[in-house]
């Protein structure tokens, strides 16, 4: 899978990319990464990227020109086909989550442009980007970090990339619950034991608590994903267990 970054900061990426799961990624040849520096689409002496907003505000705009520009010439080497996704990174645009990771892993060719300043004049919007992602509710001063996030979350559901003991299917959204507690060596650290149960080899007994604790979580930390599991995706077990914990509270 190739990814093509529009970006004013291309060496933002470069140690970032340069590790861990993505750098061997790159290595298998599994994901590519093209970094196409926005200022290089311009043809005035000041590689002039943004002007001030038509009616007046704070701030700078995005020109459209250089964007436009970019994205034809990526197009022309033949490295973004005329169907695949052009995502503008935007607060403004739909939330990021593992069910649009797993959307974007199926094509071959996306492009993702960071915006930077306080806008991006909107006929990009209207007439070059096919998309618009956010990747939360808050505000960054650009894109960049938003294309890092998905460069790795849709990386890492591409075959070859993650090991199989690695397998993102029991990731946490993947499943609708949030994973459980999880333990390593030693088994008493500074005083505090594994619980018992991890230690105990009855592997029914270990799902059953790890499934628990599961639910456990997701109730506390994010009672919304609860809401959206559909019918059958809990069991009677798994809905006692919830009621109880709503007795407790
Ligand atoms: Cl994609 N860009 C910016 N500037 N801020 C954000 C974002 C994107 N997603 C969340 N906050």
Not at 2 to 17: E, I, K
Request: net charge negative.
């Amino acid at each position: 899978m190739r990814f093509h970054v529009l970006t004013l900061f291309p060496a933002m990426f470069g140690s970032y990319l340069g590790e861990g799961i993505l750098a061997r990624a790159q290595d298998r040849e599994v994901v590519s990464v093209n970094l196409h520096d926005i200022r290089d689409y311009t043809h005035d002496r000041h590689r002039t990227v943004d002007d001030y907003p038509y009616g007046g505000g704070p701030g700078m705009v995005m020109k459209p020109a250089p964007l436009f520009e970019a994205v034809e010439a990526i197009r022309a080497s033949g490295e973004l086909g005329e169907s695949s996704p052009v995502i503008m990174l935007t607060p403004q645009g739909r939330t990021f989550t593992q069910a649009v990771a797993e959307e974007l892993s199926y094509h071959d060719e996306i492009a993702l442009i960071c915006g930077r300043y306080e806008g991006v004049d909107e006929r990009v919007a209207l007439h070059l980007s096919t998309d618009s992602i956010s990747i939360g509710d808050y505000v960054l001063g650009g894109g960049e970090l938003a294309a890092m996030v998905i460069i790795e979350a849709v990386s890492r559901l591409l075959p070859g990339v993650m090991g199989s003991a690695e397998s993102p299917a029991n990731d946490s959204f993947t499943t609708g619950l949030l994973q459980h507690p999880i333990y390593t060596r030693p088994e008493t650290f500074r005083d505090w034991d594994v619980p018992e149960i991890l230690l105990s080899g009855h592997h029914a007994e270990i799902a059953r608590w790890q499934r628990r604790e599961s639910l456990r979580r997701t109730y506390l930390n994010r009672p919304d994903l609860l809401d959206s599991l559909t019918e059958g995706e809990l069991t009677e077990e798994d809905l006692r267990f919830l009621r109880e914990l709503s007795e407790l509270s």
